[in-house]
């Protein structure tokens, strides 16, 4: 290797710099970075990607779609955010995946996805997503790309170390990043109690092997750290999870100077067969909560939220030998396992080295009973008996670390703006690449599971200076993907990202590209207010609320001309796509609607609800280029004032007069005449 002792030099001025203020720098090399093979991502038009890439949105509450190698952005899939694009949160339909026990939150913070796994491998099936703020872990269906579940954490302030997954998505996991007073203590207290009154919380949430479908299965109660983030044991460590944690100084106020006062955290190693053999024994306790479960109903195209009152909480005083903290320097934050299971590797922030424990290590430990001491009453294993050994210098704040299956690990460098490639083995770094700046995660396409496929690696950056056409005070955050097929990391692409993604994981196409939902079948459509046929649309009135039953089929909606509508009606448009062809939807907006459009696939139904505020004429359209005849998808709806003469009355196709009645219900003309 050739040295350029300048810019090491030059290097070091700059990185003592950065480690004092822990603001990431831009990296000396900046220019260079300009060179890369970019035919590597090229991706022929009418080509497909190698892998889809499921990235996290940070606090566009959203998840995203992308294609790897060529970074083409696919699909943003709206999960804890209302999206106007499609619907979700606005329509009547999804607006209960919302709903929380603090009512309805159309907003989360988004970090992490976990992929279904089967076998340590990934399955295809679903993809978790955390809810950072409002503690929420979601499952997305990789067959529709939809949010099919949301469900709530109980006992937690901050879901962070969350939704890590078991090698057979047995568990996804929620660890709180803030600790608090349990709910159903009172949590009205001084804050400078926090050491007496907060407590931190784990829940293990069960997945169902065959729908998915998630429950807390039991919480553990644990002392009031911050948790940051987990991974599963797997192979020979499956049965165990690891979560780095922060401020074992239980802090309160002014935690980035109080945070990171002692020379060691820890990482807390969790015996989940244990803790299940305990709850099976009867060992946790019930207690009351509230927390909301949300499920996405694929017949009737309608979500349903349910408020759950109970958990089963285990106490780690009523446990021996459940779990451990291992010490770890210096507050650290992704704790990774490597594919065989063996190698912990903690990122500690402020740490100058990358301690690397060994599970094998770490079983000897606790049969040696190599303890040093006990922490809150949580045994400590002693530091040297669990260490594989540290990564020397390895840069400057360290983050997160994925792995090649080549016996090789790549973690970011947060503060140095650099990604290090090291051997698990000798914990010899091998090589070091420039990201441009300031990365955060970084993902290799199967790197947390048993078989990463070691091709490709994509870095997630948070800082794009210079780097983009400007856009205003706002820059656009970024991914880099790098080539880590040979010795060398070679960055071959650089390409915007929506959000601030933090985690993201990538699976080969061919596990879902074929097996992906085109159209809902109209037939199996059992929606309350499902039309499936023309002669089927009908507007019915009760009490002040207006229900219309429409379709959409190009390029009409039926029924298009509605009067009879009075001032103050609730008026609810449920809109059947009766197209069966894939890639055919339609949208519906009326004006002065207070919410979105509705987009609607071939075979479903949505509603949107839409206030008569005024009388007048209120035109409604079809929002989705669907047809040559697409700008004629359109029709009118009539407001009267409350108490005027005019009949409820709907029509497609016809301009008979109205015909006045008293009828509440209308005598459609139909739209066949
Ligand atoms: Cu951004 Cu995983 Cu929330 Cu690190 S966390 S970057
Ligand atoms: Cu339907 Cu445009």
């Given at each position: 290797?050739?040295?350029?002792?300048?810019?090491?030099?030059?290097?070091?001025?700059?990185?003592?710099?950065?480690?004092?203020?822990?603001?990431?720098?831009?990296?000396?090399?900046?220019?260079?970075?300009?060179?890369?093979?970019?035919?590597?991502?090229?991706?022929?038009?009418?080509?497909?990607?190698?892998?889809?890439?499921?990235?996290?949105?940070?606090?566009?509450?959203?998840?995203?779609?992308?294609?790897?190698?060529?970074?083409?952005?696919?699909?943003?899939?709206?999960?804890?955010?209302?999206?106007?694009?499609?619907?979700?949160?606005?329509?009547?339909?999804?607006?209960?995946?919302?709903?929380?026990?603090?009512?309805?939150?159309?907003?989360?913070?988004?970090?992490?996805?976990?992929?279904?796994?089967?076998?340590?491998?990934?399955?295809?099936?679903?993809?978790?997503?955390?809810?950072?703020?409002?503690?929420?872990?979601?499952?997305?269906?990789?067959?529709?790309?939809?949010?099919?579940?949301?469900?709530?954490?109980?006992?937690?302030?901050?879901?962070?170390?969350?939704?890590?997954?078991?090698?057979?998505?047995?568990?996804?996991?929620?660890?709180?990043?803030?600790?608090?007073?349990?709910?159903?203590?009172?949590?009205?207290?001084?804050?400078?109690?926090?050491?007496?009154?907060?407590?931190?919380?784990?829940?293990?949430?069960?997945?169902?092997?065959?729908?998915?479908?998630?429950?807390i299965a039991f919480q553990?109660?644990?002392?009031?750290?911050?948790?940051?983030?987990?991974?599963?044991?797997?192979?020979?460590?499956?049965?165990?999870?690891?979560?780095?944690?922060?401020?074992?100084?239980?802090?309160?106020?002014?935690?980035?100077?109080?945070?990171?006062?002692?020379?060691?955290?820890?990482?807390?190693?969790?015996?989940?067969?244990?803790?299940?053999?305990y709850v099976?024994?009867g060992k946790a306790k019930k207690q009351?909560?509230?927390?909301?479960?949300?499920?996405?109903?694929?017949?009737?195209?309608?979500?349903?939220?349910?408020?759950?009152?109970e958990v089963v909480v285990l106490?780690?005083?009523?446990?021996?030998?459940?779990?451990?903290?291992?010490?770890?320097?210096?507050?650290?934050?992704?704790?990774?396992?490597?594919?065989?299971?063996?190698?912990?590797?903690?990122?500690?922030?402020?740490?100058?080295?990358?301690?690397?424990?060994?599970?094998?290590?770490?079983?000897?430990?606790?049969?040696?009973?190599?303890?040093?001491?006990?922490?809150?009453?949580?045994?400590?294993?002693?530091?040297?008996?669990?260490?594989?050994?540290?990564?020397?210098?390895?840069?400057?704040?360290?983050?997160?670390?994925?792995?090649?299956?080549?016996?090789?690990?790549?973690?970011?460098?947060?503060?140095?703006?650099?990604?290090?490639?090291?051997?698990?083995?000798?914990?010899?770094?091998?090589?070091?690449?420039?990201?441009?700046?300031?990365?955060?995660?970084?993902?290799?396409?199967?790197?947390?599971?048993?078989?990463?496929?070691?091709?490709?690696?994509?870095?997630?950056?948070?800082?794009?200076?210079?780097?983009?056409?400007?856009?205003?005070?706002?820059?656009?955050?970024?991914?880099?993907?790098?080539?880590?097929?040979?010795?060398?990391?070679?960055?071959?692409?650089?390409?915007?990202?929506?959000?601030?993604?933090?985690?993201?994981?990538?699976?080969?196409?061919?596990?879902?590209?074929?097996?992906?939902?085109?159209?809902?079948?109209?037939?199996?459509?059992?929606?309350?207010?499902?039309?499936?046929?023309?002669?089927?649309?009908?507007?019915?009135?009760?009490?002040?609320?207006?229900?219309?039953?429409?379709?959409?089929?190009?390029?009409?909606?039926?029924?298009?001309?509605?009067?009879?509508?009075?001032?103050?009606?609730?008026?609810?448009?449920?809109?059947?796509?009766?197209?069966?062809?894939?890639?055919?939807?339609?949208?519906?907006?009326?004006?002065?609607?207070?919410?979105?459009?509705?987009?609607?696939?071939?075979?479903?139904?949505?509603?949107?609800?839409?206030?008569?505020?005024?009388?007048?004429?209120?035109?409604?359209?079809?929002?989705?280029?669907?047809?040559?005849?697409?700008?004629?998808?359109?029709?009118?709806?009539?407001?009267?004032?409350?108490?005027?003469?005019?009949?409820?009355?709907?029509?497609?196709?016809?301009?008979?007069?109205?015909?006045?009645?008293?009828?509440?219900?209308?005598?459609?003309?139909?739209?066949?005449?």
């Amino acid at each position: 290797m050739k040295f350029n002792y300048f810019n090491i030099y030059v290097g070091l001025i700059l990185t003592s710099a950065c480690l004092v203020s822990m603001q990431s720098c831009k990296p000396k090399t900046a220019q260079a970075a300009t060179r890369g093979d970019a035919s590597k991502s090229f991706v022929a038009p009418g080509k497909y990607d190698e892998f889809y890439n499921i990235v996290s949105g940070g606090f566009n509450g959203q998840v995203a779609v992308y294609g790897i190698p060529s970074g083409r952005l696919f699909r943003i899939i709206p999960v804890f955010s209302q999206s106007p694009e499609s619907g979700y949160g606005f329509s009547e339909e999804t607006k209960p995946m919302l709903n929380t026990s603090h009512g309805f939150v159309p907003w989360d913070d988004q970090h992490h996805i976990a992929l279904s796994q089967t076998k340590g491998e990934h399955d295809g099936r679903w993809a978790f997503a955390n809810g950072n703020n409002t503690p929420r872990i979601a499952r997305i269906d990789l067959s529709t790309f939809r949010t099919s579940e949301i469900l709530e954490i109980p006992n937690s302030a901050g879901n962070h170390a969350s939704p890590f997954i078991t090698e057979n998505s047995e568990y996804v996991v929620a660890a709180t990043r803030f600790s608090i007073p349990f709910d159903d203590q009172n949590g009205d207290v001084p804050i400078n109690t926090y050491k007496q009154n907060f407590k931190g919380s784990i829940s293990f949430v069960s997945v169902n092997p065959t729908s998915g479908e998630m429950n807390i299965a039991f919480q553990i109660r644990t002392p009031g750290v911050n948790f940051d983030l987990s991974r599963a044991g797997k192979g020979k460590s499956h049965g165990w999870f690891f979560f780095s944690c922060y401020n074992s100084e239980k802090a309160n106020t002014l935690l980035e100077v109080n945070a990171s006062a002692k020379d060691k955290d820890f990482v807390l190693a969790v015996n989940w067969k244990k803790a299940e053999e305990y709850v099976k024994a009867g060992k946790a306790k019930k207690q009351a909560v509230k927390y909301a479960h949300n499920i996405y109903n694929e017949k009737t195209h309608t979500a349903s939220s349910t408020i759950q009152t109970e958990v089963v909480v285990l106490d780690p005083a009523d446990c021996p030998e459940m779990m451990y903290m291992i010490p770890c320097p210096k507050s650290p934050h992704g704790t990774d396992v490597d594919p065989t299971g063996e190698y912990i590797v903690a990122s500690g922030k402020l740490a100058a080295s990358i301690p690397v424990f060994s599970f094998t290590k770490l079983q000897k430990a606790i049969a040696d009973r190599a303890f040093d001491g006990v922490y809150d009453g949580i045994t400590v294993i002693k530091y040297e008996a669990a260490l594989h050994g540290e990564v020397v210098k390895p840069g400057l704040g360290p983050l997160h670390t994925e792995f090649d299956g080549k016996g090789n690990a790549y973690t970011s460098m947060f503060v140095s703006s650099e990604i290090v490639k090291w051997r698990l083995s000798d914990l010899e770094v091998l090589d070091r690449v420039d990201t441009y700046y300031a990365i955060g995660h970084l993902s290799v396409p199967g790197g947390p599971t048993a078989k990463p496929h070691g091709k490709y690696m994509i870095a997630y950056n948070k800082m794009t200076k210079d780097r983009y056409l400007p856009t205003g005070p706002e820059l656009t955050q970024s991914a880099q993907l790098y080539d880590i097929s040979g010795e060398k990391m070679k960055l071959i692409l650089d390409f915007p990202t929506t959000g601030e993604p933090h985690y993201a994981e990538a699976l080969p196409a061919a596990l879902i590209q074929d097996k992906q939902m085109k159209i809902y079948k109209i037939e199996e459509n059992t929606h309350a207010y499902v039309s499936k046929g023309e002669g089927q649309a009908k507007v019915e009135r009760n009490g002040n609320q207006v229900h219309v039953w429409m379709t959409a089929i190009r390029s009409h909606l039926t029924p298009d001309n509605i009067e009879g509508v009075k001032l103050g009606d609730e008026v609810y448009f449920h809109v059947t796509n009766l197209e069966q062809d894939w890639d055919v939807p339609h949208g519906f907006a009326i004006k002065g609607a207070n919410n979105a459009e509705i987009l609607i696939m071939p075979g479903e139904t949505q509603t949107l609800k839409w206030v008569a505020d005024r009388t007048g004429i209120f035109p409604f359209y079809c929002t989705d280029f669907c047809s040559a005849l697409h700008q004629e998808m359109s029709g009118y709806l009539r407001v009267s004032p409350v108490g005027s003469d005019v009949a409820l009355h709907f029509s497609t196709g016809t301009n008979k007069p109205v015909v006045s009645t008293n009828s509440e219900t209308a005598s459609g003309s139909g739209s066949k005449n």
